[in-house]
């Protein structure tokens, strides 16, 4: 892939994943980000730091992120989605009582 086709997210640790720029855009905060007019950093290169989320919590983002890619498609797709959606959210909810406030803060990154 190249540079253009990836966006990078880097967690509180500083771990970073390279992930497909279209995966990302499954998360509206991301999109909004990512291809919002002017010189925004993140616009430019397409690094985006998530100081208050752990690597762990970042992990399960991206794969949400194409997990929703998969499966978002068609009233089956749709139906699957908002049921696995509920166990995701579910599992941010376990962790966000050892990480912060940071859920208050992305609600919109998912």
Not at 9 to 33: T, Y
């Amino acid at each position: 892939m190249e540079k253009e086709e990836t966006v990078k997210l880097i967690s509180s640790e500083g771990f970073e994943f390279v992930i497909d720029r279209k995966a990302a855009m499954v998360s509206q905060f991301l999109r909004n980000l990512l291809t919002s007019p002017g010189n925004f950093a993140e616009t430019e290169n397409g690094i985006v730091r998530f100081p208050d989320i752990s690597t762990t919590i970042l992990e399960k983002i991206c794969q949400y992120f194409y997990w929703s890619r998969q499966y978002a498609r068609g009233a089956q797709g749709c139906l699957l989605r908002s049921m696995n959606f509920q166990k995701f959210t579910a599992y941010l909810r376990v962790f966000a009582v050892n990480s912060g406030p940071w859920i208050s803060q992305y609600r919109d990154l998912v």
